[in-house]
Structures are given as structure tokens and as C-alpha cells.
């Protein structure tokens, strides 16, 4: 079994990292914090105002809180937004020793379906919900060789999350 320190989970948006996150801090009785979350809290601004001013400012910012809360949480469960994992600088930082990172690996069916349920708050996504998965099926795919360098897969369209945390504490990359 694992020492597990820091759990950081990345992956498409509605891939149910917070909901996911939560469950595993609870069963872990460790910090959970969403990144995004963070951002908005401190930024005074939701992410999609960030995003909307000036996406290079606010992947800066995400930037900063990510190094921020990295130094200053020894242990916890790490919900990052869609994007975080997939900028170089990040993945750096993310894929030390002391982190066990997560790709939640979910079904282009499944993210679809969470997709349209939140395309109206993802600034990164048209607004039209005619192109709303088209224009989220184009991202995920720019995405998902970045995801894909994640310690850990978890391929699955469940909410259970014993079957996640088993998954984590073996160390399983499936």
C-alpha cells in the first residue's frame, strides 16, 4: 500500500473531480481543495471572468496557487480545473514523488452528458448548445495525451468511490 501524501486529480471538466475529490478526502479524513475554488475565493472573480479577461493571465494565476498550495498542504486531495494539468510548468511540479495524480479517464458518452449540463458556467465553450459538445470534444482531445501522463488511470463512468480509492492506495494505472 501506498504512503499517500498529496492525491491531485485531473481530467476533462464534468469529470467529476470534485465530487470525486470530496468522497476521497472524506474517506481519507484529509484536506480537500478544488483549485479552481481557490482561485475564484482569492480572485474575487469566477473562472469564467478570469478566463474571459485574458485566458494567459488567468493559466499565470492558476499557475501560482497551484505552486502556492502544493508548498503548503502536506496532505490532501487535489481537484484541479480542466486545463491545469496540461501546461508543462504544472505537470512539473505535479508528477514529484510525494504526488499521486489521477487521471479521471471517463467515456466521451459520459462527458458529453456533463457537458451539457454545465457548458453555460465553462467560459472555454461556446455558448451555443449546438456546438457545445463539438467545441468540448475538439478540447478534450487537445487535452488528452496531457492527461494521459498522470501516475494513475481510472477508467470508468462510476461514482463509487471505493473502487477509485483501492485503485489510488495499490498504486493501479489502468
Known sequence: MRNLKK???????GAGKTTLGKALAEKLEVLFIDLDEIIEEYEGKPISLLIQDSEH??????TAY?????????HCV????????CFEENQKSLLKDEITT??????????????????????LLSNDIEKVWAGARKL???????????KIHWKS???????????????EKI
Open 7 to 13: 492525491i491531485v486529480l485531473v481530467g476533462f471538466m
Open 57 to 62: 493571465y488567468f493559466r499565470a494565476l492558476e
Open 66 to 74: 497551484l505552486t502556492h498550495v502544493l508548498a503548503q498542504k502536506e
Open 78 to 85: 487535489l481537484a484541479l480545473g480542466g486545463g491545469t494539468f
Open 102 to 123: 489521477v487521471y479521471l479517464d471517463r467515456s466521451e458518452d459520459f462527458l458529453e452528458k456533463q457537458v451539457s449540463k454545465i457548458h453555460a458556467s465553462r467560459p
Open 140 to 150: 478534450l482531445c487537445s487535452r488528452k495525451e496531457q492527461y494521459q501522463q498522470a
Open 157 to 171: 463512468d462510476g461514482w463509487e468511490v471505493e473502487p477509485l480509492l483501492e485503485i489510488i492506495l495499490n498504486g
